[in-house]
């Protein structure tokens, strides 16, 4: 009786996943995971049910199908919404498991929780993140400081996003290595070579992008190196015949000013453009016009970008640190990110030694193809039905 009991409850569950930032507008780095996720479950799940929980927002990125449903519930601050609303929420839904993607979750729960703690950089010393910071980050960091110790030990199973970020929570959190679980990102199919010329011209009009450029995603965010890539930039300047400009997303021209004013290069501003920040959806194309990807990182637990632009056929420079060599592997030149003549001296290689470049862009196409949201999402089924089939167990015992 037990196990036909624990057979129907497995086979049939019904999920919960917190999504509570994938309908804005301006999404980042775990909210794109997220909702890669939810496609890729979405692609591969058709037995049991979902209930995505969201806040209501203007991006309507994810559709309702059979199995597949949308709660949108509102809250005056995330903090009410996750720990008071949500599992209330999920709670009448009746779901069987309830997984929390970015690395909070509610700390009174009835339900079995699923974690995706992507980093706990919040939680080291010295931190590679600061002042930069606005009061909305800071206060987030300071919720996730005080939220994380206590939701990971009440959690059923934690997934995280390298081994190298793995390693890092075991120093951090006094965890059994069993609850612990890598699952690696994916990289999306709409990153690849563009062939369309009128779309790449499209975008590159739209941004006002130059003919030929260096790209960096930079923001203030100090893990992200801003001012070792303007140093090593500013050499690779100095040495330089011909100069490609520097393209750097989604940031602001009183930032860059104040940051240039205090390397002292203030004139290094006539070989920059900022575009703003740039929709995912227009990002493969961006990828697609750029000459070299530099993604010199302080701190990563992933580093999809590096894969995002190997997909797209742009050769990459990142670091030596953190999760950069276990992500990018041999197909990226891997630097160290605080020496900044020696990623300049990588920028002038990669630019000019074509047999450089095309061997890098090969041995990208490859890396990338090692990592599909497909995977991803089948991986994360397994660990809902293994965490169902335990509950089930203990329920039956």
Request: glycine content about 4%.
């Amino acid at each position: 009786m037990h196990n036909q009991f624990e057979q129907r409850k497995v086979e049939n569950m019904k999920i919960g996943i917190e999504g509570q930032r994938l309908f804005r507008k301006n999404k980042h780095g775990m909210d794109f995971v997220t909702l890669e996720l939810i496609h890729g479950l979405q692609q591969i799940d058709r037995r049991n049910e979902y209930v995505i929980f969201i806040q209501p927002d203007s991006d309507i990125c994810i559709e309702e199908i059979a199995n597949f449903k949308i709660q949108a519930f509102s809250s005056l601050a995330y903090p009410a919404w996750e720990q008071w609303a949500l599992p209330r929420i999920a709670a009448k839904e009746r779901v069987d498991i309830l997984h929390c993607t970015s690395n909070t979750a509610p700390i009174w729960s009835s339900i079995p929780q699923i974690l995706t703690l992507h980093d706990v950089i919040f939680l080291e010393k010295p931190q590679t993140t600061g002042s930069s910071k606005n009061w909305y980050q800071r206060f987030g960091n300071q919720y996730r400081k005080a939220i994380v110790p206590t939701v990971a030990q009440r959690c059923q199973m934690i997934i995280t996003v390298s081994n190298y970020e793995r390693e890092q929570i075991l120093k951090t959190l006094p965890l059994p290595q069993g609850k612990l679980k890598v699952v690696y990102n994916g990289v999306s199919r709409r990153f690849k070579q563009i062939q369309n010329k009128r779309e790449l011209i499209n975008i590159k009009e739209k941004y006002r992008l130059p003919k030929k450029f260096i790209l960096f995603l930079g923001n203030t965010d100090l893990k992200k190196n801003l001012k070792g890539v303007l140093l090593a930039y500013s050499i690779f300047v100095e040495n330089s015949e011909t100069v490609i400009q520097l393209v750097i997303v989604d940031l602001k021209q009183k930032y860059l000013s104040e940051v240039l004013k205090e390397l002292n290069l203030p004139g290094l501003q006539e070989h920059i453009v900022l575009p703003g920040y740039i929709p995912n959806r227009d990002l493969p194309a961006v990828y697609n016009l750029s000459d070299l990807f530099l993604y010199p990182s302080l701190r990563e637990s992933f580093g999809l970008p590096v894969l995002e632009a190997m997909a797209c056929g742009v050769p990459v420079i990142a670091s030596n640190t953190s999760s950069m060599p276990e992500v990018a592997g041999d197909a990226a030149l891997l630097v160290d990110p605080k020496d900044a003549l020696l990623l300049a001296n990588d920028i002038g290689a990669m630019l000019s030694h074509n047999n450089l470049r095309q061997r890098m862009i090969r041995k990208g196409f490859r890396q990338a193809e090692r990592f599909s949201w497909q995977n991803t999402a089948e991986q994360v089924l397994q660990i809902y039905e293994n965490t169902s089939k335990s509950r089930v167990t203990r329920m039956a015992a």
